[in-house]
């Protein structure tokens, strides 16, 4: 989910904090569902996650295993 408009400031229900400019993942639920309906937020693919490269003493216990 994102704001359906740039500079709208949605409001997630379990912490208070603004919904990200570039979306996020969010429970489904009635809040959710009431804001689209209202046309606050659309659904849209959150941002990739970026993958934690492996610490060089991770890649050799790997080796060693």
């Known amino acids: 989910m994102k704001p359906a ?3 709208l ?8 904090r603004p919904l990200p400019a570039e979306g996020d993942w969010v429970e ?3 809040y959710w569902m009431r804001r ?5 937020v659309v659904k849209a693919a ?6 934690a ?4 003493a991770a890649a050799n216990q790997k080796r060693a295993d």
Request: proline content about 17%.
């Open 28 to 30: 489904w639920s009635g």
């Open 9 to 16: 400031v949605v409001r997630q229900p379990h912490n208070g």
């Open 5 to 7: 408009r740039e500079g």
């Open 53 to 56: 490269k492996p610490t060089p």
């Open 46 to 51: 959150p941002p990739k996650q970026i993958k």
């Open 36 to 40: 689209t309906a209202e046309g606050s």
